[in-house]
């Protein structure tokens, strides 16, 4: 899952952050205007793209937004520690940081070091799937979320987040799960697999056709 690795980058970012906060007065009023225009600018598009469940078709570049809004988050934050009355911003600054390294903020930033990107499956009219794999903490659960897209004819290169199926390892070969449509009951099959150990068959859920 890359953790480890992501804890680090976003520790550096926050120092390299937190040094742009310390020489704030020696950059340049232009670049000055542009970075915080631009902070605020990448944090609502983010934003927008979590609240809609709207996104890009590139997981990279998506993940790309997310570092992007984190690195104009931290800063917009420790540019606020900078004002008065310091008693109550600098330690206010501390609280709004913490939360970054949250695992419900980490494990989105993880891609950007997987060098395997999920393929993406097109099925019906202007679906597609991503099988997207997952690790709890220490390793001893595995699995992988079914992740159900809507592609609008109009705007390809965006698409929408419908559905989200989860299946374990211990119930099924989630890596092998598939998709398909079933319009006349308005409904999308999820379908994983067994194990060549378990008995024949397949482990299926279904979700509402949106």
């Not at 996104?55 to 520690?81: K, M, P």
């Not at 419900?104 to 993880?110: E, H, R, S």
């Not at 395997?116 to 979320?145: L, M, R």
Request: glycine share 4%; charged share 15%; aromatic share 12%.
């Amino acid at each position: 899952m890359y953790i480890p690795l992501t804890t680090a980058a976003l520790a550096l970012l926050t120092v390299a952050m937190l040094l742009l906060r310390i020489f704030w007065s020696r950059v340049p009023p232009r670049l000055r205007f542009f970075l915080i225009r631009a902070s605020i600018a990448v944090i609502v598009l983010h934003a927008l793209f979590v609240l809609t469940k709207w996104t890009t078709t590139s997981d990279r570049l998506n993940v790309v937004i997310n570092w992007l809004a984190i690195a104009g988050y931290e800063l917009l934050v420790l540019l606020f520690s900078r004002l008065p009355p310091r008693w109550l911003t600098l330690p206010s600054t501390i609280i709004l940081l913490i939360p970054l390294f949250a695992s419900t903020i980490l494990v989105p930033l993880t891609h950007i070091f997987d060098p395997a990107s999920n393929t993406n499956v097109s099925f019906g009219d202007h679906f597609s799937y991503e099988v997207d794999p997952w690790t709890n903490t220490g390793g001893a659960n595995n699995g992988a979320d079914l992740i159900i897209y809507y592609h609008p004819p109009f705007a390809p290169f965006f698409r929408h987040k419908l559905e989200s199926i989860p299946f374990n390892d211990q119930e099924c070969n989630s890596r092998a799960t598939s998709a398909t449509a079933l319009p006349a009951k308005k409904v999308i099959l999820g379908r994983c697999p067994n194990w060549p150990s378990q008995p024949a068959g397949t482990l299926d859920k279904l979700v509402p056709l949106r």
